[in-house]
C-alpha cells in the first residue's frame, strides 16, 4: 500500500510539473539584424533543445523561470532568461575571434585561423548601413590600409581608392577588382551595392601574389549574394530621401561686392572717397540701381535644388539540395543638389547553384544594368565635358539683376560679356551631359571534384560594356553666348573575357596535416572601341546631340581601338601542422601583350609563415585569451597597368606644305623601347591577430614596408634625335605602414543592451626613391628624393606686407598689402633657385574610421565618423574665386586694406588679374572630420510583422553626412577639402541626406 501510494504521490508530481511547462517561440538574429539559421536553441540545465529554420524562428516548450542558451558557428554563445514572455527577440553578436570563420581569398577560400596574409573585409551589414551609389564607397574607413577619396557630391561619380599608398608615377594606381572569381578590366562601378554578401581587401604579397602582375596596388575580392538551401524567401529593401547642399559658399554679398570693388580701384589710385560722384564713375546703372535698393541676387538659389535619392530592392532567394537560387532587381535614382545634375540604375541579377550529379556541379552569377547619368564628364580618353554651374555662379556680380520686371530671364545680368546669368544654364534643355551605359557581365563555373579531395574547375567570365556620352549647348549658354548650339557624342563598346582553368587538392594526413594546393592556368583578353563625332552650327536646338550630320560644321572626328591579353600560370601551397603553424607558398608567372618583346613575361613569388600561438599547450589554459597569431610575409608583385602600345614606334598625323599647297602625312611621335618590363613591388608585412575575452576585444595588426623598383617613366632625349623622350624602367619608390584594427563590445547586459565599437587607423609614408637621374630631384615636374609622389613645391607665405614695413618691402620690390613670402636663404631678395620649398602633400599623415553601434531590444542605433588629418590640398577654387581684380565675384575672405592690416590675404586691386605670388593662397590644410552617417531603426516584433504578412520588419531614418568639421570649410570658404588632387570649381559641394527606410521579408 505504502508503495502505490507513493507512486500515486510521485505521478501526480509529475503531472503537475508538465502542467507548468508552456509553449514559447521566437527569433534568432545577429547583431546585424539578419536571422540566424541552424542556431541552437536550449534550455539551461535540461536536454531539450531547437533548432532555428531559415528564418531564425523556433518554438519550444519550456518551464517556469526557464534560461534559454543560444549558439551558432561565427556567434558568440548567450544566455537568455524567458520570464513570463511567449515570444522572443534573441539577438548574438557575431565572434570576430572564432576560428572557424571562412575568409574569401584569391581562388577559394581559408580558415581564417589558417590565414598567412593581411586581408580586410567589409561586411554586407557595414554596405547596408550607408545608402551609397557606388560599391567602393563602402570601404571608406571600414578597411584599414585603404585610402578612399570621394570628391564632391556628383551623382554617379566614382571615387579614388588605393590600398597602402601609390607606388607607380605613371603607371596606374588602382587595384584589381574581383568579383565571384573574375578579375575585372571595366571596374564595380556599375554594381548594385545590395547585392554585394562580402568585400575582401588584399594588401600584401602573400594574399596578392596571386593574381601576380596585377595585385601590386592591392585586390579587392567582392562576393555576391547566393542562394541557400530551404525555405523560399522574399525580401524588400527600400529608402527614399532628400539631399540638402551642406551650406552654400559664401561669396561676397550685394553691398560686400560693392566695397570690394572700390577698393581695388582705391590701390592704384582710381577711386576717391572725397569725390561725390566716385560711385556713379565706378558702377554702371544696373549696379548703382542694386546699390541704391540694397539688392543681393544669390545666384546659387538659382542652381541648387532639394535633390531626392531613393532606392527599391526585390529580392528571391531560397533552394533546395541541388538548386539553390539568389534573383534581385533593383532601382536606385539620385537627383543631385545642382538642377540637371542626376544618375538613374535600373540593375538585375540571377545567382544560380545547381548539383548535376554528386561530383558535377554549375552554377553561374548573371549581372545585368542599365544607367543614365546627367553632368558628369565622359569616359572618352581625356575626359572632360562634364556640366557644373557652379563656377559661373559663383563670379556672377550680386548687384545684378537676373529677371526682369515682367520675370523674364535677363541673359546678360550686366555689361560684361563674359558672365552670362547662371540660371540660364539649368533652363531645361540648355545644357545637356548625359552618360547612358548597358553591361552585361557574367560568372560562369563548372565543378567536377574527380576523386575526394581533388577537385577541377572552369571558370568563364564574359563582361560586355556599351557607353554613348551625348553633349548639348544651347544658344543662351555662357559656352555659345547667343551664337549657334553645339553638340558631340562618344560612343565605347567594350568586351572582356577571362577563361581559368583551375586544380585543387585538399587533403587532411594523420589529423594534423592540412595540405591545399592550387594550379591556374589564366588567359584573359581585352577588346575596347571608341568613337567620337564633334559639331558646330547645330540648326535647331531641339536636335540637341541626336542628328549631328545635319550640323554646318564638323569640329572633329575620331575612332580608336586598344586591345590586350594577359596569359598567366600560379601554382599556391596552403600547409597548416595541428592548426597552430602555417605555411604559403605563391608562385605565378604572367605574361602581356603590353610589355616589349624581350620582356613579355614576369614571374612573382611569395612566401608567407603564421604562428598560432594560442593553440600552443602553453597558452591554453589562458581563458581570457581566444586568438594569438603572428604572420609575416614576403613577396615579389607587378604592376601592368600601362596604357598598351606604349612599346612600340608610334607614328602622328602632321602637316607640311606640298609646293604651295597644305597637306597631312605622317611623323614619328613616340620611340620604342622592346626592353621595357613590369613595374615590381617587393613587400615585406608583419601581422598580429588578437581576440581576448570571448570576443570583446579583437583586432588585427600590421607592419609593412613596399619598395617599387623599375618605374615607368620618360627619360629625356636630345631634340637632335627626334624625339623628346623615352620610356624606359627607372625609379624607385618606397611605402611603409602602420593598420590598426579594432572591434570591442563596450557592454553588453542581460537586459539586451549592447554597444559595439569598430575602430580603423592607417598610417602610410610614401616617398620616392630614385628618379631616372638616380637619387636627384626633378624640380620641373616637382618630384623629390624622400618625398612623396605628388609634393607640394612652392613659395611660403608668411603674411602680408604691413603699413610700417613699406621700406622692407620695396627692397624685395613689393608693395604693402601683397603677399609676403618667406625668405629662404635670407638673401634679401625672392628667386625661384633658392626661395621654393616643400609645402607639403596631399598624402595624409592617417587616415581613420569609426563605428559604434547600439542595440536594445528591438531598437538599433549607429553612427559612423571618418577622419583624414594632416594632408596639404591645393584649392584651385581659390585661384578662380580669389582673384582680388574687382571684376568678378569674389569669395567673402578676409583682405587686406589700410584700415584692416590682416595677414589672412593680400589687397584687392585692379591692375592685375590675380595677386601677385598667388600661388600661395590656394594651400591648406586637407584636415577633415565627417559624421558620415548616423543610423537609427526598429525591429518590429513577430506578432506585428505576422499581422503585416511579413516574417520580419525593419524601419529606419538615417542622416548621410550630416556634419563636417574642416577649417578650409569654416574659415577659408571652401567647398570640400576631401580630394585625391586639388580642389576646382568642378566639384559638387557636399551634400547631406535625410533618409527613411524599411527592410521587409515575407
Known amino acids: 500500500m505504502k508503495n502505490l501510494l507513493l507512486s500515486l504521490f510521485l505521478l501526480g508530481l509529475g503531472w503537475n510539473v508538465f502542467a507548468q511547462d508552456r509553449p514559447i517561440s521566437g527569433r534568432v538574429t545577429g547583431d546585424d539584424t539578419q536571422p540566424i539559421p541552424g542556431a541552437s536553441v536550449s534550455v539551461k540545465g535540461t536536454t531539450r533543445g531547437a533548432v532555428t529554420n531559415a528564418e531564425g524562428r523556433f518554438t519550444l516548450s519550456v518551464p517556469e523561470n526557464a534560461t534559454l542558451v543560444v549558439s551558432s558557428v561565427g556567434y558568440l554563445t548567450r544566455e537568455f532568461p524567458v520570464g513570463n514572455q511567449n515570444s522572443l527577440e534573441l539577438v548574438i553578436p557575431s565572434s570576430s575571434a572564432e576560428l572557424s570563420e571562412v575568409v574569401v581569398v584569391g581562388y577559394g577560400t581559408q580558415k581564417k585561423s589558417q590565414l598567412t596574409g593581411a ?23 571600414r578597411a584599414a590600409g585603404v585610402d578612399v577619396v570621394q570628391s564632391g557630391s556628383r551623382p554617379g561619380a566614382g571615387v579614388t581608392v588605393r590600398i597602402r599608398g601609390r607606388r607607380s608615377i605613371n603607371a596606374s594606381n588602382d587595384p584589381l577588382y574581383v568579383v565571384d572569381g573574375i578579375p575585372l578590366a571595366g571596374g564595380i562601378d556599375d554594381l548594385n551595392p545590395n547585392d554585394i554578401q562580402s568585400m575582401e581587401v588584399l594588401k600584401d604579397a602573400s594574399a596578392t601574389a596571386i593574381y601576380g602582375s596585377r595585385g601590386a596596388n592591392g585586390v579587392v575580392i567582392v562576393t555576391t549574394r547566393r542562394g541557400t538551401t530551404g525555405k523560399t524567401i522574399v525580401s524588400y529593401d527600400g529608402y527614399y530621401g532628400i539631399s540638402q547642399v551642406l551650406g552654400k559658399i559664401d561669396v561676397m554679398n550685394g553691398a560686400e561686392f560693392a566695397e570690394y570693388k572700390r577698393e581695388s580701384r582705391r590701390a592704384v589710385g582710381r577711386y576717391s572717397d572725397s569725390d561725390p560722384a566716385a560711385d556713379s564713375k565706378l558702377f554702371e546703372a544696373v549696379e548703382l540701381d542694386g546699390i541704391a535698393n540694397n539688392r543681393t541676387t544669390d545666384y546659387q538659389s538659382y542652381i541648387f535644388r532639394t535633390g531626392q535619392i531613393q532606392s527599391h530592392q526585390l529580392g528571391v532567394q531560397g533552394g533546395s539540395e541541388k538548386t539553390q537560387f539568389a534573383i534581385s532587381g533593383n532601382f536606385f535614382q539620385d537627383k543631385g543638389i545642382i538642377k540637371t545634375q542626376d544618375f538613374t540604375r535600373y540593375s538585375f541579377r540571377v545567382n544560380l547553384d545547381h548539383q548535376i550529379t554528386k561530383r558535377i556541379k554549375v552554377g553561374t552569377s548573371t549581372f545585368a544594368v542599365y544607367s543614365v547619368g546627367n553632368g558628369n564628364d565622359t569616359f572618352y580618353p581625356g575626359g572632360g565635358n562634364g556640366f557644373n554651374p557652379l563656377g559661373l555662379t559663383l563670379r556672377e556680380n550680386p548687384l545684378g539683376k537676373p529677371y526682369d520686371d515682367n520675370g523674364n530671364l535677363i541673359f546678360l545680368p550686366t555689361s560684361d560679356g563674359l558672365q552670362s546669368n547662371p540660371a540660364a544654364e539649368v533652363v531645361p534643355g540648355a545644357n545637356i ?38 553633349r548639348f549647348w544651347g544658344t543662351f549658354t555662357n559656352d555659345r553666348r547667343g551664337g549657334d548650339p553645339r553638340g558631340m557624342t562618344d560612343y565605347s563598346q567594350g568586351f572582356n573575357y577571362t577563361l581559368e582553368n583551375i586544380l585543387t587538392y585538399q587533403k587532411q594526413f594523420r589529423e594534423v596535416h592540412d595540405l591545399n594546393i592550387t594550379a591556374l592556368h589564366s588567359i584573359q583578353r581585352d577588346n575596347y572601341e571608341t568613337a567620337r563625332i564633334n559639331v558646330n552650327g547645330i540648326p535647331a536646338s531641339t536636335q540637341e546631340f541626336y542628328s549631328l550630320g545635319q550640323a554646318s560644321t564638323i569640329a572633329g572626328v575620331g575612332t580608336g581601338l586598344t586591345q590586350w591579353t594577359l596569359q598567366s600560370f600560379m601554382t599556391r601551397v596552403n600547409y597548416s601542422y595541428n592548426d597552430r603553424y602555417l605555411l604559403t607558398l605563391t608562385g605565378r608567372y604572367d605574361g602581356s601583350s603590353r610589355f616589349g618583346k624581350n620582356n613579355k613575361y614576369g614571374f612573382f613569388p611569395s612566401l608567407a609563415l603564421g604562428w598560432n600561438m594560442s593553440n600552443e599547450a602553453f597558452l591554453k589554459g589562458v581563458s581570457w585569451l581566444d586568438q594569438l597569431k603572428l604572420r609575416g610575409s614576403w613577396g615579389s608583385i607587378g604592376n601592368t597597368a600601362i596604357d598598351p602600345y606604349q612599346t612600340q614606334t608610334l607614328l602622328s598625323r602632321t602637316v607640311y606644305a606640298w609646293n604651295t599647297i597644305g597637306a597631312y602625312g605622317y611623323r614619328p611621335n613616340v620611340i620604342g623601347n622592346p626592353n621595357l618590363r613590369w613595374e615590381t613591388t617587393t613587400t615585406a608585412n608583419v601581422g598580429l591577430d588578437y581576440s581576448f575575452f570571448r570576443g570583446r576585444l579583437a583586432g588585427s595588426i600590421e607592419v609593412y614596408q613596399a619598395d617599387t623598383k623599375d618605374l615607368l617613366l620618360s627619360d629625356q632625349l636630345p631634340f637632335t634625335s627626334g624625339y623628346g623622350s623615352v620610356l624606359r624602367n627607372v625609379g624607385k619608390t618606397r611605402n611603409q605602414g602602420l593598420e590598426i584594427t579594432l572591434s570591442t563590445i563596450n557592454i553588453d547586459a542581460a537586459n539586451g543592451f549592447r554597444w559595439s565599437t569598430d575602430l580603423q587607423f592607417t598610417k602610410n609614408k610614401e616617398q620616392i626613391r630614385e628618379l631616372f637621374n638616380g637619387k636627384v630631384d626633378d624640380i620641373g615636374n616637382a618630384r623629390f628624393i624622400g618625398q612623396p609622389i605628388t609634393a607640394i613645391y612652392d613659395y611660403k607665405k608668411v603674411g602680408i606686407w604691413q603699413t610700417d614695413e613699406q621700406e ?40 581613420a574610421g569609426m563605428t559604434n553601434r547600439f542595440s536594445f531590444k528591438g531598437l538599433d542605433l549607429s553612427f559612423f565618423l571618418y577622419a583624414r588629418v594632416g594632408s596639404t590640398i591645393t584649392s584651385a577654387f581659390h585661384q578662380t574665386f580669389n582673384t582680388l581684380a574687382g571684376r568678378y565675384n569674389n569669395l567673402n575672405i578676409n583682405y587686406w586694406t589700410p584700415n584692416n592690416p ?3 590675404f593680400p589687397r584687392p586691386n585692379q591692375n592685375q588679374e590675380s595677386p601677385i605670388y598667388s600661388s600661395t593662397l590656394r594651400y591648406f590644410s586637407g584636415t577633415f572630420l565627417k559624421v558620415r552617417n548616423i543610423n537609427l531603426g526598429y525591429n518590429f516584433t513577430e506578432g506585428i510583422a505576422k499581422k503585416l504578412g511579413m516574417s520580419s520588419l525593419r524601419a529606419y531614418i538615417a542622416a548621410q553626412q550630416p556634419f563636417i568639421f574642416s577649417e578650409y570649410r569654416s574659415k577659408y570658404k571652401g567647398i570640400d577639402n576631401e580630394t585625391v588632387d586639388s580642389v576646382t570649381e568642378s566639384q559638387t559641394p557636399s551634400a547631406r541626406q535625410f533618409i527613411f527606410g524599411i527592410n521587409a521579408k515575407f
Open 119 to 141: 586581408i580586410s573585409s567589409v561586411s554586407s551589414k557595414e554596405i547596408a548601413e550607408l545608402p551609397i551609389t557606388n560599391a567602393r564607397q563602402a570601404l571608406q574607413g
Open 433 to 470: 551631359a548625359e552618360t547612358k551605359t548597358i553591361r552585361i557581365f557574367n560568372s560562369l563555373y563548372g565543378e567536377w571534384n574527380i576523386v575526394d579531395g581533388l577537385k577541377y574547375r572552369l571558370n568563364f567570365g564574359p563582361d560586355f560594356t556599351n557607353r554613348r556620352f551625348g
Open 808 to 847: 622692407l618691402a620695396k627692397k624685395y620690390g613689393q608693395n604693402v598689402g601683397e603677399v609676403k613670402l618667406l625668405d629662404v636663404n635670407n638673401d634679401g631678395k625672392i628667386d625661384a633657385d633658392h626661395d621654393r620649398m616643400i609645402i607639403g602633400s596631399q598624402i595624409p599623415k592617417f587616415t
Open 902 to 904: 590682416t595677414n589672412d
